[in-house]
C-alpha cells in the first residue's frame, strides 16, 4: 500500500550536478526517516544520507560538502541534491522510507526501484 517513487536519475559528466527526488503514496499514518541509499556493481548498498522528519540529516563521509539532503513533509517527498559529482558516485540510487502505518506500532522500510546515476566523461 505504500510507493515510492524516484526521479532525477542521469548521466552527467565529473564535477557536475543531479537532483533526484523521492515521493511516497499510498496509505500510511506517518513517515519517519527518509533516505537515499546507493550500490555500484560488486559493492554492499550503503547509505548515502538521510533525514528526520525536523530535518536533521546525516551523510556519509564520502558524500559530506558535495550533497545535500531535504524533504518537504506535506508532499511526501525527500530530495537529494548531488554537487561536485564523482565517478566513484556512479550507482544506483535507492529511496528509502521508515514509514508508520496506521497501526502505529507498526513500522516498516519502504524501497523505491531505484535511479541510476553514471558520472563519466
Known amino acids: 500500500q505504500v510507493q515510492l517513487v524516484e526521479s532525477g536519475g542521469g548521466l552527467v559528466q565529473p564535477g557536475g550536478s543531479l537532483r533526484s527526488s523521492c515521493a511516497a503514496s499510498?496509505?500510511?499514518?506517518?513517515?519517519?526517516?527518509m533516505g537515499w541509499y546507493r550500490q555500484a556493481p560488486g559493492k554492499e548498498r550503503e547509505l548515502v544520507a538521510d533525514i528526520t522528519r525536523g530535518g536533521a540529516a546525516n551523510y556519509a563521509d564520502s558524500v559530506k560538502g558535495r550533497f545535500t539532503i531535504s524533504r518537504d513533509n506535506a508532499k511526501n517527498t525527500v530530495y537529494l541534491q548531488m554537487n561536485s559529482l564523482k565517478p566513484e558516485d556512479t550507482a544506483v540510487y535507492y529511496c528509502n522510507a521508515r514509514i508508520a502505518t496506521f497501526n502505529v506500532n507498526d513500522v516498516m522500510d519502504y524501497w523505491g526501484k531505484g535511479t541510476l546515476v553514471t558520472v563519466s566523461s
Open positions: 499510498g496509505s500510511f499514518f506517518r513517515i519517519n526517516v
